[in-house]
């Protein structure tokens, strides 16, 4: 799996694909007690490393933190405070920094939601060590300039936002600003939440893709996302989906160089 550096500011290095938990995890807890662990095993295994969560996905913290008792060195930890609440934003923090053996790798406020006031609580966890990097997180275009202005007042080091064929928003103004800043970016959503994978081209279109060691249509719209050695995101990993071998050259019509390049 190839690394890269998650901006210039976090200090963390992280496996190009990661693995998101929305859903994931409690459908697979739904399959039976080993299918968690089993997940976990399998992303750790492929050194898809890096975990990301939110109280937003009902139980998905609290499984993923069990899953990884006894390895949680092994893991890079993303999970998100979300509440309007300062005192439910501490409780929040409390209860993931229980699971993830008092420490988070990339601690973001999920959707903007009271960023004011949850940063001043990262921030605190940061100077005690318990929190790596803080970021902040939004899945709507409406949301970009607000998120532009956290992005400038430099208390964030890494930004998670869609990003993929059908949702290309980010370009016209939060990838510049991140690589000019030297943010880490997470995208999340890289199938436009499975949209993309609906309809897939033949197989035999990819044949071009094969020199650059693309043979699956998810593993060309992941190598899509980062032509350059730009951002990272999170996804469950797909079989097959883990970029290798050279990287191809990006569309005419996008830019080479979006985000910052470790
Ligand atoms: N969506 C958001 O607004 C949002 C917001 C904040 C953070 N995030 C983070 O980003 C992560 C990923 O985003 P996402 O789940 O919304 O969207 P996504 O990764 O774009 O799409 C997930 C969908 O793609 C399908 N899929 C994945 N690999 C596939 C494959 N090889 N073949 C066929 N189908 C495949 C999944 O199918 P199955 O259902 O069969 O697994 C699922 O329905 C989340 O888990 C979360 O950590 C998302």
Same mark, same amino acid.
């Given at each position: 799996? #190839? @690394? ?8 963390? /290095? *992280?496996?190009?694909?990661? *693995? ?26 492929? =050194? ?9 996905? =009902?139980?998905?913290?609290?499984l ?7 390895? @949680? ?10 509440? +309007?609440?300062?005192?439910e934003?501490?409780?929040?923090? /409390? $209860? ?7 420490? *988070? ?10 960023? %004011? ?6 921030e605190?966890? $940061?100077? #005690? =060590?318990?929190?790596?990097a803080?970021?902040?997180t ?11 202005? *956290? ?29 000019d ?8 959503? +890289?199938?436009?939440?499975?949209a993309?994978? %609906? ?19 998810p593993?060309?719209?992941? @190598?899509?996302?980062?032509?350059? %050695?730009?951002?990272t ?6 079989p097959?989906?883990t970029?290798?071998?050279?990287t ?14 470790p």
């Open positions: 799996m #190839e @690394r890269r550096g998650l901006g210039y500011k976090t200090g963390l /290095e *992280v496996p190009a694909v990661g *693995v998101g938990t929305w859903r994931v995890l409690e459908r697979a807890a739904a399959r039976g007690r080993r299918a968690v662990p089993d997940l976990v095993d399998a992303a750790l295994d492929a =050194g898809a490393n890096l975990f990301d969560s939110s109280p937003m996905y =009902g139980e998905a913290e609290r993923l933190g069990q899953a990884l008792n006894g390895r @949680r060195e092994q893991a890079l930890v993303a999970t998100k405070i979300w509440t +309007p609440s300062a005192e934003g501490a409780r929040q923090a /409390e $209860r993931a920094l229980g699971w993830f053996g008092g420490h *988070v790798d990339l601690y973001q406020v999920h959707n903007l939601v009271a960023w %004011r006031e949850h940063l001043h609580l990262l605190r966890l $940061r100077a #005690e =060590g318990r929190v790596s803080i970021g902040v939004h899945y709507a275009p409406s949301a970009f300039d607000e998120l532009a202005k *956290v992005m400038h007042d430099g208390r964030v080091q890494a930004v998670q936002v869609p990003y993929n064929p059908l949702e290309r928003e980010v370009e016209r103004e939060i990838l510049p600003l991140a690589a800043l030297g943010l880490g970016v997470v995208v999340m959503r +890289p199938f436009a939440e499975g993309l994978l %609906r309809r897939q081209p033949d197989p035999g279109a990819l044949e071009p893709l094969e020199a650059y060691g693309i043979t699956s249509w593993q060309a719209l992941l @190598r899509w996302i980062s032509p350059t %050695r730009a951002a995101w999170s996804s469950p990993p797909a097959g989906s970029p290798s071998g050279p191809p050259p990006p569309p005419a019509d996008r830019p080479s160089t979006t985000t910052p390049d």
